[in-house]
Structure formats: C-alpha cells, structure tokens
C-alpha cells in the first residue's frame, strides 16, 4: 500500500493521545483483544466472534465510523484501502465524559454482570482514556483519511450509536458460566499500566524532558480508578505516585540521593496544596520537567565513585573549601591523582569546574534576586568581591554589575 508510512506515523500519534490503535482482518478467524478483554468477559466465545465478524461486514468502504457502543465506550474504525482481507483500522476505546461508580454499577446491572466480575469492570472504566473533545482526534483522523484516499471529498463520516442486541444472553445465565478464577482484564490493565511507569521511569534517567513530558501530557485524559470518595485526595495521591516513579527515574540516572531530596521534598509540600484537577495537572507537568532537568544537571552516570562524592559536595554547598587539598584530605587521597582524576573524567580541572559552578549560581542570584553584589559573591562562596568580579567577568564577558543592568528586572 502507498501510505504504509504515514499509517506508522498515525498510529504513533494516537498512541500519544493514549488511544490504542489495531488493524483487524475479518478473514481471520481468530479474533485479538482490542478491547482489554471487555466482550470476551460479557459474551461468549461463539457470540463474540459472530458479532464481531458481522459488525466488519457491514462496513463501506471510503467510510470513517465513529461508534458509540453499549458500554460507554467509543471508536472509530474504517476499512483500509489497498489490503488484503478487508483490514479494518479501529481506534480505541476511549469516552468522552467521566464515569463514577454508580453509572458503572447501572451498566453492570444491564448487562446482567455478576457482582463477582464487577471489579474487572470497575478497573476497565477507570482505565479508559478521557477524550472530552474528539476535536484533535478527529482532525487527526480526517487529514489520515484524505490522505489514503487522496481527497476530503472522496470519504465520508458516519455516527453509530450501538446498544445490546436482542438475543444477548447474560453472562451469569449461560449453562458453563462460571467465576474466572485470575482477573483477565485487571492483569492486563495492570501489565500496560506497568509498562507505561517503566518506560516514563526510562526517559526520566536519560533526562528526556520532551519524551517525558508528551507521556505525561494526556494524563488528565486518562481515566483513574477513584481510591478514596474524597476526589481531592485521589487527586493528590495520584501526585505522589507519580513523583516517587519520577524520583525513581532520577535514582536511574544516577543523580545524588541529596539532590533528589530536595526536590522532593518540595514538590511534597506543593501536593497538599492541591485543590482542583487544573492545579494537579499543572503540578504533574511541573514536576516532570523538573525531575528530568535534575538528571540533565546532576546526573553522574559514568563518574567513578570518588569523582562523584567531589561533584556532590560541590553542589550541595558552594560556600565550603572546595580547594584540591581540602577536597583531597577530606577523601583521604593523594591531591594529585584526584586532579589527574577529575580532569580525565569532567574534561576540565577541579579548580575550572568549581568556578564554573560558583559563576552560573550568581548568574542565577542575579537574575532572580535584587540582593547586593556583596551578598551574592558570599552565597557562591567568593567572599573577595573584587575577585568575585574577576572570575565573573572571565566566564561572562562582563562584570555583575554590567550583567545585572543587561538583564535583570531590578536594574530599573
């Protein structure tokens, strides 16, 4: 087919958006679990295989479906032009409004679902993803559309709202029901669920800000199974399990317990201030910029041990003696090999590194702060202003002074 590219391409942008996408074949007999396993729990084997084959029949091709099904979830699948045995695309599923317990407890009970299923119902929903607003998806799946078909014209869009059929036949009624004995649909929420952690714990340690951030970006689009009847307090455990996934991927970067710490310890506190979806949003986002520009600055990955004990009093106070022989008597090593050392590992001496560190805090003091050049030259450890402003014009190009009335806010 002429658009296999731009098919991967697609699919990796739904993927973003959290929607699962499948290609069906209604020639096969064997029919996947595109749904987590939902039909396969409410029909039977025959059943479920008789309606799905007859539901891939009916479909025109040149024609994008978006369904609404009689569970409360949506799709959207069309016929694949150029291939063989009439391939269906089907994205999904998704919902567009939220579904508390007792709309999920009216579901169970109309489909005649026995109580002893209905926790894998309840994890189902609250796993679903959240599209409010098909808007993007569907301009997503229009401008796909007119480019497998090769014009807006030469397709059409159809809305089907589908409900149970006639002879359906409760689950709890037919002669060989009987309790699963493992939670199908829990096990494989739970194994995706696990696998997306492991790979936001994965770009967390390599400090890939944007690959974090677009993992995280549809999370107030993902359905979250409601813990606790407070939804504040869902909201603000949701936040902390995401920051001990994301404290974990900085451990996987090799960033210094200390550093890490501190952060935490402060997006701790920002937690319990949360009062509204919008603000855990904001907060969740915060955080993994913040956990990954950690790893991109303080990430020792590589540093032998010794190196990195240097790096990490070096960063957790600039106003110590961070001269060669203090940091040498401190380790207990001869001053020479740790200069030989450091230079082989950083690429520039301890003196260089220290310097460099101590100017990039008054860049940031100067910046952010209206304190005196004075104090600032004391909080990054040169008490000596006149050497202070020697060293800082030599990574800067400029004095404090001048850089301040460049940039600063207080200079006005």
């Known amino acids: 087919m002429h658009y296999e590219a731009e098919l991967i391409f697609f699919r990796k942008l739904l993927r973003n958006f959290h929607l699962n996408t499948n290609i069906l074949n209604s020639s096969e007999p064997d029919i996947p679990v595109f749904d987590s396993g939902l039909r396969k729990l409410i029909y039977s084997e025959s059943d479920y295989s008789r309606l799905f084959h007859e539901r891939l029949a009916d479909t025109k091709p040149n024609t994008i479906y978006r369904v609404s099904d009689e569970y409360l979830c949506s799709y959207i699948f069309f016929r694949l032009p150029e291939t063989e045995g009439d391939q269906c695309l089907i994205i999904g599923p998704y919902t567009q409004v939220e579904h508390p317990l007792r709309v999920i407890l009216n579901c169970a009970e109309k489909l005649s679902i026995p109580s002893s299923l209905f926790p894998q119902l309840e994890k189902y929903y609250s796993d679903l993803p959240l599209i409010p607003d098909e808007s993007t998806i569907f301009a997503l799946v229009n401008t796909f559309g007119e480019t497998i078909w090769g014009s807006l014209d030469h397709f059409s869009v159809e809305y089907i709202e589908r409900s149970l ?4 036949e409760p689950v709890a009624s037919r002669p060989d029901f009987k309790d699963t004995e493992e939670p199908l649909i829990s096990m494989q929420i739970m194994e995706e669920r696990y696998a997306a952690e492991n790979r936001m714990i994965q770009a967390v340690s390599q400090g890939l800000v944007h690959k974090a951030e677009m993992m995280i970006s549809n999370t107030a689009n993902q359905g979250m199974e409601d813990r606790i009847a407070d939804p504040v307090r869902n909201l603000k455990n949701y936040c902390i399990i995401l920051k001990t996934l994301l404290r974990k991927g900085a451990e996987a970067g090799a960033v210094h317990p200390l550093h890490i710490d501190s952060l935490t310890s402060k997006f701790a506190k920002k937690i319990e201030l949360i009062h509204s979806p919008e603000e855990a949003y904001a907060l969740n986002q915060e955080m993994v910029r913040k956990y990954c520009l950690l790893v991109k600055n303080h990430s020792m990955k590589g540093y032998s041990l010794l190196i990195r004990k240097v790096l990490t009093r070096i960063d957790s106070d600039l106003t110590a003696d961070l001269s060669l022989k203090t940091q040498a008597d401190l380790l207990n090593v001869n001053a020479s090999y740790l200069s030989t050392l450091f230079k082989k590992e950083t690429g520039v001496t ?9 100017v990039e805090h008054a860049v940031f003091l100067l910046n952010s702060t209206d304190m005196q050049i004075q104090t600032i030259a004391q909080y990054c450890g040169i008490p000596d202003v006149n050497y202070f402003t020697k060293t800082f014009k030599k990574y800067v190009q400029k004095t404090p002074k ?11």
Do not use: H, M
């Open 165 to 168: 059929p006639q002879d359906y």
């Open 402 to 412: 001048e850089y301040r009335e460049s940039v600063a806010p207080y200079s006005a």
């Open 350 to 358: 301890l003196t260089d590194y220290v310097s460099r560190k101590r």
